[in-house]
């Protein structure tokens, strides 16, 4: 087979899997143009939200390049005279600097502080609604307005 050839196949495999890639508009079946579902959002939801991304997915995301760090970090000794194995060194190091700033992006310096923060936000602005929709005074009928 030739090289273009095999491009070419390599080509229509890569079209006929994108249409299935990216449908997030229709993730969970029931979101997406013409659902009947509404977005409820609350303070409660969204500092809920931030618990999940500080001590879930932020905790998970950790724990799984920990696990494969460490199994690279094997390798990096055991190559003691390559050229290539002071490389593996730094490549391990920046690896570890990636995840520990993915880990703060996600965790309580970045998602979850921001989603604390516009819970906070929205509970100020439902206050500052509520008291303006008390009314300081008392109307009578016929009075002007």
Known sequence: MSFDDEWAQHK???????????????????????????????PSVLR????????????????AHKVAV???SEVSGSMKGFASDEALTDFIDSWKKGV???????????????LRSSADS???EEKDRKKSFQSKYTYKPGDVI
Do not use: C, D, W
């Open 48 to 63: 809920g939200r931030a618990e999940k991304a500080e001590n879930k997915a932020a905790k998970e995301f950790r724990e």
């Open 12 to 42: 229509a495999t890569v079209e006929s899997q994108r249409s299935t890639q990216m449908q997030l508009n229709q993730a969970g079946g029931g979101s997406g143009p013409g659902s009947k579902e509404k977005l409820h959002v609350t």
């Open 122 to 124: 929205f509970e100020t």
């Open 100 to 114: 520990r700033y993915v880990t703060g992006r996600i965790g309580n310096e970045g998602l979850a502080k921001t």
């Open 70 to 72: 460490s199994k690279t």
